[in-house]
T-cell receptor, first 109, second 118 residues
Framework: GENVEQHPSTLSVQEGDSAVIKCTYS??????FPWYKQELGKRPQLIID?????GEKKDQRIAVTLNKTAKHFSLHITETQPEDSAVYFC????????FGPGTRLSVLP | EAGVAQSPRYKIIEKRQSVAFWCNPI?????LYWYQQILGQGPKLLIQ????????DSQLPKDRFSAERLKGVDSTLKIQPAKLEDSAVYLC????????????????FGPGTRLTVL
């Protein structure tokens, strides 16, 4: 089955700086890679996703890149704001749907 | 449109007791998922339904967990008997079409049920 790793587990950045979170997956058949944001005590919410036929996708301050050959994908947040502070999860859909362990992002004012 | 509904929101039981959770997905969503999220970890898929059929239950501890979606709409997840390590948030999610052929892979999550086993 699919296995998803995520790094770093915690990340602190200054407001206005960029944040990058990286994930790797094991199932070469995986074709869908969403990113979820989860604030404390709340449900995960989709912030961006990418399919395997696309290498990059951008939505305002958020972008995701996918390298199918290397089996890794990354989330990029530019001009970070305190409200970006949350736990971010990557996920991959192959034979199974698997979430990564999460990255706790703290944006310091 | 209404979101995914779950009940109860909180449940406290003693070990070896039974508990059941209910989920009503977004209207028209064919696929329903149950996840277990232990504190500090990512959601772990327990079972995935496509309409009323099971697509994936490979990580469901079948000796104590069961789930059904008899009419292809709402679903129940049961734990019998509960263990201390079952303490977690149980999340239900639904999506329009999981295959990726149509636009509809996005999973919408319910608010979750926080289970505490004492």
């Amino acid at each position: 089955g699919e296995n998803v790793e995520q790094h770093p587990s915690t990340l602190s950045v200054q407001e206005g700086d960029s944040a990058v979170i990286k994930c790797t997956y094991s199932d070469s058949a995986s074709n869908y890679f969403p990113w979820y944001k989860q604030e404390l005590g709340k449900r995960p919410q989709l912030i961006i996703d990418i399919r395997s036929n696309v290498g990059e996708k951008k939505d305002q301050r958020i972008a995701v890149t996918l390298n199918k050959t290397a089996k890794h994908f990354s989330l990029h947040i530019t001009e970070t704001q305190p409200e970006d502070s949350a736990v971010y999860f990557c996920a991959a859909r192959g034979q199974n749907f698997v979430f990564g362990p999460g990255t706790r992002l703290s944006v310091l004012p | 449109e209404a979101g995914v509904a779950q009940s109860p929101r909180y449940k406290i039981i003693e070990k070896r007791q039974s508990v059941a959770f209910w989920c009503n997905p977004i209207s028209g969503h064919a696929t329903l998922y149950w996840y277990q999220q232990i504190l500090g970890q990512g959601p772990k898929l327990l079972i995935q339904f496509q309409n009323n059929g099971v697509v994936d239950d490979s990580q469901l501890p079948k000796d104590r967990f069961s789930a059904e979606r008899l009419k292809g709409v709402d679903s129940t997840l049961k734990i019998q008997p509960a263990k201390l390590e079952d303490s977690a948030v149980y999340l239900c999610a639904s999506s329009l079409d999981p295959s990726g052929r149509l636009r509809g892979n996005e999973q919408f999550f319910g608010p979750g049920t926080r289970l505490t086993v004492l």
